[in-house]
């Protein structure tokens, strides 16, 4: 278990919905990163948060926003969905940012849109 | 863009013998991660390289860091079946400042008991 908490598990949805995907990180880790996982694109980085300010952006889609609360967990916020949009979404997080450590991975949430 | 290349992408082996992993990248970095991913799973860290030369063992497995050539290897060593997963090398070209991690398509390997 590498404490990074992400709910829900699955989503179903439908095309042009919304939907908001929940992270909360390791207890002390100040960075929370969020990456999708699909079978023609792989993993690829979406966004980074350390200490509740956006850090740095990656491949995230106008109709994609996240925040990261006071309390460190994380929201991703899908709208408009699409069917290209069903993919596996991960949040990490590390203590400060990379500097050498590992990100730890949650479990994941996987997303259908239908 | 940064490019993170892995050779070869599909594996399959027989318990026993020895096999090794290529992970190219496209730029200077000195900070190199090896995960695994079982199916359905989560990734789990499983090494971090962080200088020209770096090698880490764990079990069976080795990894190792050339930043010169731009070439990380993970290396098995008589492979066993829980050994079969889906191995990432991911690449941080931040300089350990702010950015994700660019990571491999992944080499989905088989171990045939």
């Known amino acids: 278990d590498s404490g990074v908490t992400q709910t829900p598990k699955h989503l179903i949805t439908a095309t042009g919905q919304r939907v908001t995907l929940r992270c909360s990180p390791r207890?002390?880790?100040?960075?929370v990163y969020w990456y999708q996982q699909s079978l023609d694109q792989g993993l690829q980085f979406l966004i980074q948060?350390?200490?509740?300010?956006?850090?740095a952006k990656g491949n995230i889609l106008e109709r994609f926003s996240a925040q990261q609360f006071p309390d460190l967990h994380s929201e991703l916020n899908l709208s408009s969905l699409e069917l290209g949009d069903s993919a596996l979404y991960f949040c990490?997080?590390?203590?400060?940012?990379?500097?050498?450590?590992?990100?730890?991975f949650g479990n994941g949430t996987r997303l259908t849109v239908t | 863009e940064l490019k993170v290349e892995q050779n070869p992408l599909f594996l399959s082996m027989q318990e026993g013998k020895n096999y090794t992993i290529y992970c190219n990248y496209s730029?200077?970095?000195?900070?190199l991660y090896w995960y695994r991913q079982d199916p359905g799973k989560s990734l789990e860290s499983l090494f971090v390289?962080?200088?020209?030369?770096a090698v880490k063992q764990e079990g069976r497995l080795m990894a190792s860091l050339d930043t010169k050539a731009r070439l990380s290897t993970l290396h098995i060593t008589a492979a066993v079946h829980d050994l079969s997963a889906t191995y990432f090398c991911?690449?941080?070209?931040?300089?350990?400042?702010?950015?994700?991690?660019?990571f491999g398509k992944g080499t989905h390997l088989i171990i045939q008991p």
């Open positions: 990490a997080s590390s203590v400060l940012g990379l500097q050498g450590s590992p990100l730890h």
């Open positions: 207890s002390g880790d100040l960075s």
């Open positions: 948060y350390y200490n509740g300010e956006e850090r």
């Open positions: 730029t200077t970095s000195d900070r």
């Open positions: 390289l962080l200088s020209n030369g």
């Open positions: 991911a690449v941080d070209s931040s300089g350990g400042g702010a950015d994700g991690l660019t």
